[in-house]
Nanobody, 124 residues
Framework: QVQLVESGGGLVQAGGSLRLSCAAS????????MGWFRQAPEKEREFVAL????????NYADSVKGRFTVSRDNAKNMVYLQMNSLKPEDTAVYYC?????????????????WGQGTQVTVPS
């Protein structure tokens, strides 16, 4: 079992920045990669970014490339999502997720554990 807790969401004006944090606990040694996903009202959950738990591999959705940066601190069992140049269309609940199987994935169904989510609101 891996437990994930997100924090750092809030309301920010367009063009602003936020940093989301995801704290992982319990069986962190089983984690292969971590993903960030988001879900806006009446929309499906969509991939945002991922990072390997051990290694430099990252991947981003086209909609956030150049604006968002995913990073991790293994010593603290933390994963971060730095979000810059935020837009109203970035408004959503953001979730971090852990994948324990080998292979990088951009599909939500391929992740094994999820946090409770944190709301990010960028008014138009």
């Amino acid at each position: 079992q891996v437990q994930l807790v997100e924090s750092g969401g809030g309301l920010v004006q367009a063009g602003g920045s936020l940093r989301l944090s995801c704290a992982a606990s319990l069986r962190t040694s089983s984690i292969y990669s971590m993903g960030w996903f988001r879900q806006a009202p009446e929309k499906e959950r969509e991939f945002v970014a991922l990072i390997r738990w051990s290694g430099d591999n990252t991947n981003y959705a086209d909609s956030v490339k150049g604006r968002f940066t995913v990073s991790r601190d293994n010593a603290k069992n933390m994963v971060y999502l730095q979000m810059n140049s935020l837009k109203p269309e970035d408004t959503a609940v953001y979730y971090c997720a852990a994948r324990t199987r080998v292979g990088l994935a951009v599909v939500a169904g391929l992740y094994d554990y999820w946090g409770q989510g944190t709301q990010v609101t960028v008014p138009s």
